[in-house]
């Protein structure tokens, strides 16, 4: 495994760096499909000189017995870069097609003939660089001294001449429109600006003041963090962090992330390099930084665009079909680095880092995973799960026992019980029944989850629920990104709790995952238990006629052949093959693609 040396020149806290050098050797294009446009990374201050650290390394032990890379032989930061066509089920070649019709070209055969930045045309002359921002920035900003130069721009410090923040010192991010050079580009700009204003207020994202533009440049204006990166912390510890130590850490990403999903924003490229501390102190705020590309999701979407860096991209994101789970995933990869100092999937090209994300499954055997508790290794692996929906997703990471046995920590509304909820709403009878079944076996730690978003719905006296207390409860934590990502449309599912409430007992029956339960290696004993109570309470003789009405299958499906196997032939009752398969819902297109 090759070690990493971090670039001594100035890195920029708010905008993209140059490409760094990659271990293989191999030039590249950007992993994001906005190659040649201005898709940037919001990165960080001064970086240290290392010659090698354990956190680029299989383990610290083996690391130990490896001399130092010299510099540039391997990149501090892994790359948004490749090159080389993917071997299957690679998505190099859809990649190709995007960036080469995004810069106006025809697909060509070879990635190497695709350019690395986007050639400005006729066409591109013709654009429309009109924001609408503001254009008094030379009057209302002193800009000092520039502190970092990236790929498509540099950031400067400055302060407010002026007005009520009049002496605050700030970052400026500049963007020429110069780099602007297609449709997508311009509307990525305003798209970050108007995810950063509309985020705007959480205690770990760092803080929009505002954003202008002139003839040449667009200007956002933040909060100056002048801590450095988190990476640049990692490194200074040798990658070395105890479990108090990295749960603190923890519990500040994840609780900036369960903001951003819930207001149906996924950042898309999380990583140690885009939290930046507020100052030197290492009890500092971490800011969340960089929502170049980011962007608004609605509950039942899914994206497809790949972007992100090497290291910390989702399994799902390769299959390009994901949505915030994907942000959950990189936070494991964050969490196996900070617990034992290495990246859980590693290889010398891009491609081999997408196979191994694919494919390998990280190693908790090596030094030091047999040292840390059982919840740690627990905690990690239900982030780094490669089944989206067996993930955990940020709110119930932070009502994991790791997280909760370090402080009590206030968990957050999560968007997940709604999509659960919509599921509950709209399955038969029948299905709500076995789900009632199994949320009885629910442990302690189980239902401290759902026990607290329950409260967050804040139920009637009586202790039960309506759609009032759910849209009330979001509109206590909306942002404006709830409108563009469509949050409250939502709710539209959940229309009949207008003339019905549900009481805390239907509740976990609706917000409980089957997928999740199913990865716990106790999910034989919980189908067993929830069956035998189902045995007792609910299951009853049916045809199977009366089985396919309540699924909702069509007349085309055969369902004697499909459905065969889920009733019992001694006396017609629901077998425990088909409870099962009840529990995770069925349609006409599952059970079709099941034959």
Same mark, same amino acid.
């Given at each position: 495994?090759?070690?990493?040396?971090?670039?001594?020149?100035?890195?920029?806290?708010?905008?993209?760096?140059?490409?760094?050098?990659?271990?293989? #050797?191999?030039? @590249?294009?950007?992993? *994001?499909?906005?190659?040649?446009?201005?898709?940037? $990374?919001?990165?960080? =201050? %001064?970086? +240290?000189?290392?010659?090698?650290?354990?956190?680029?390394?299989?383990?610290?032990?083996?690391?130990?017995?490896?001399?130092?890379?010299?510099?540039?032989?391997?990149?501090?930061?892994?790359?948004?870069?490749?090159?080389?066509?993917?071997?299957?089920?690679?998505?190099?070649?859809?990649?190709?097609?995007?960036?080469?019709?995004?810069?106006?070209?025809?697909?060509?055969?070879?990635?190497?003939?695709?350019?690395?930045?986007?050639?400005?045309?006729?066409?591109?002359?013709?654009?429309?660089?009109?924001?609408?921002?503001?254009?008094?920035?030379?009057?209302?900003?002193?800009?000092?001294?520039?502190?970092?130069? #990236?790929?498509? @721009?540099?950031?400067? *410090?400055?302060?407010?001449?002026?007005?009520?923040? $009049?002496?605050?010192? =700030? %970052?400026? +991010?500049?963007?020429?429109?110069?780099?602007?050079?297609?449709?997508?580009?311009?509307?990525?700009?305003?798209?970050?600006?108007?995810?950063?204003?509309?985020?705007?207020?959480?205690?770990?994202?760092?803080?929009?003041?505002?954003?202008?533009?002139?003839?040449?440049?667009?200007?956002?204006?933040?909060?100056?963090?002048?801590?450095?990166?988190?990476?640049?912390?990692?490194?200074?510890?040798?990658?070395?962090?105890?479990?108090?130590?990295?749960?603190?850490?923890?519990?500040?990403?994840?609780?900036?992330?369960?903001?951003?999903?819930?207001?149906?924003?996924?950042?898309?490229?999380?990583?140690?390099?885009?939290?930046?501390?507020?100052?030197?102190?290492?009890?500092?705020?971490?800011?969340?930084?960089?929502?170049?590309?980011?962007?608004?999701?609605?509950?039942?979407?899914?994206?497809?665009?790949?972007?992100?860096?090497?290291?910390?991209?989702?399994?799902?994101?390769?299959?390009?079909?994901?949505?915030?789970?994907?942000?959950?995933?990189?936070?494991?990869?964050?969490?196996?680095?900070?617990?034992?100092?290495?990246?859980?999937?590693?290889?010398?090209?891009?491609?081999?880092?997408?196979?191994?994300?694919?494919?390998?499954?990280?190693?908790?055997?090596?030094?030091?995973?047999?040292?840390?508790?059982?919840?740690?290794?627990?905690?990690?692996?239900?982030?780094?799960?490669?089944?989206?929906?067996?993930?955990?997703?940020?709110?119930?990471?932070?009502?994991?026992?790791?997280?909760?046995?370090?402080?009590?920590?206030?968990?957050?509304?999560?968007?997940?019980?709604?999509?659960?909820?919509?599921?509950?709403?709209?399955?038969?009878?029948?299905?709500?029944?076995?789900?009632?079944?199994?949320?009885?076996?629910?442990?302690?730690?189980?239902?401290?989850?759902?026990?607290?978003?329950?409260?967050?719905?804040?139920?009637?006296?009586?202790?039960?629920?309506?759609?009032?207390?759910?849209?009330?409860?979001?509109?206590?934590?909306?942002?404006?990104?709830?409108?563009?990502?469509?949050?409250?449309?939502?709710?539209?599912?959940?229309?009949?709790?207008?003339?019905?409430?549900?009481?805390?007992?239907?509740?976990?029956?609706?917000?409980?995952?089957?997928?999740?339960?199913?990865?716990?290696?106790?999910?034989?004993?919980?189908?067993?238990?929830?069956?035998?109570?189902?045995?007792?309470?609910?299951?009853?003789?049916?045809?199977?006629?009366?089985?396919?009405?309540?699924?909702?299958?069509?007349?085309?499906?055969?369902?004697?052949?499909?459905?065969?196997?889920?009733?019992?032939?001694?006396?017609?009752?629901?077998?425990?093959?088909?409870?099962?398969?009840?529990?995770?819902?069925?349609?006409?297109?599952?059970?079709?693609?099941?034959?």
């Amino acid at each position: 495994m090759g070690v990493c040396t971090s670039k001594p020149e100035k890195r920029n806290p708010y905008a993209i760096r140059e490409p760094e050098a990659d271990p293989s #050797g191999i030039p @590249g294009t950007p992993l *994001s499909p906005d190659a040649g446009n201005h898709r940037r $990374k919001d990165e960080v =201050v %001064a970086g +240290k000189q290392s010659p090698f650290f354990p956190f680029y390394s299989p383990s610290p032990a083996r690391f130990l017995k490896k001399s130092p890379v010299p510099a540039g032989s391997a990149s501090s930061t892994p790359r948004r870069f490749f090159r080389r066509p993917f071997p299957p089920p690679s998505p190099a070649k859809h990649i190709r097609a995007v960036l080469a019709r995004r810069q106006g070209k025809k697909a060509t055969s070879t990635a190497d003939s695709i350019p690395e930045e986007a050639e400005a045309d006729g066409g591109a002359a013709e654009l429309d660089k009109r924001f609408g921002f503001s254009k008094e920035f030379s009057s209302r900003l002193e800009v000092g001294d520039e502190v970092g130069r #990236g790929h498509f @721009g540099y950031t400067c *410090s400055a302060k407010f001449k002026k007005g009520e923040l $009049k002496g605050q010192q =700030v %970052a400026v +991010k500049v963007i020429p429109k110069s780099k602007m050079t297609t449709a997508i580009a311009i509307e990525d700009v305003r798209r970050e600006v108007k995810i950063l204003r509309a985020l705007n207020g959480h205690s770990n994202l760092v803080k929009f003041y505002d954003a202008f533009e002139d003839q040449e440049n667009v200007y956002i204006v933040m909060e100056l963090c002048e801590g450095g990166e988190l990476l640049d912390m990692i490194l200074s510890r040798g990658g070395k962090y105890s479990e108090d130590d990295a749960k603190a850490v923890m519990v500040q990403i994840l609780n900036v992330v369960a903001f951003c999903h819930l207001q149906g924003v996924v950042h898309r490229d999380l990583k140690p390099e885009n939290f930046l501390y507020t100052s030197k102190d290492e009890s500092s705020e971490l800011k969340a930084i960089d929502f170049g590309l980011s962007d608004f999701v609605r509950p039942d979407e899914r994206l497809n665009d790949i972007v992100g860096s090497a290291y910390y991209v989702a399994p799902e994101v390769l299959h390009r079909s994901y949505s915030t789970e994907a942000d959950v995933w990189s936070i494991g990869v964050i969490a196996y680095i900070l617990l034992c100092g290495s990246r859980p999937f590693w290889a010398r090209t891009e491609s081999g880092i997408f196979k191994a994300v694919l494919k390998a499954d990280p190693s908790f055997d090596e030094a030091p995973w047999p040292t840390l508790s059982s919840e740690a290794k627990d905690f990690v692996k239900r982030l780094l799960n490669k089944d989206p929906r067996k993930r955990i997703s940020a709110a119930q990471a932070l009502s994991h026992p790791w997280i909760q046995s370090y402080n009590s920590i206030k968990v957050p509304l999560d968007i997940l019980i709604f999509k659960l909820m919509k599921s509950y709403m709209r399955s038969s009878s029948l299905r709500k029944a076995a789900l009632r079944a199994l949320s009885k076996t629910l442990t302690a730690d189980e239902l401290y989850y759902l026990r607290e978003q329950f409260a967050l719905l804040e139920p009637s006296k009586n202790g039960s629920i309506s759609i009032e207390n759910i849209n009330k409860a979001l509109m206590k934590y909306a942002t404006d990104a709830m409108k563009e990502s469509r949050v409250t449309d939502f709710l539209s599912s959940l229309n009949s709790l207008q003339y019905r409430r549900m009481d805390f007992e239907e509740f976990c029956a609706a917000a409980l995952s089957v997928h999740q339960l199913e990865a716990l290696d106790r999910w034989e004993q919980h189908a067993r238990c929830a069956y035998e109570l189902f045995e007792k309470d609910g299951n009853r003789a049916i045809v199977i006629e009366e089985l396919a009405s309540e699924l909702g299958l069509g007349p085309s499906i055969p369902v004697h052949v499909v459905l065969h196997d889920w009733i019992r032939h001694t006396d017609g009752k629901l077998s425990f093959l088909g409870f099962v398969k009840l529990l995770h819902g069925v349609s006409s297109r599952s059970l079709a693609k099941a034959q």
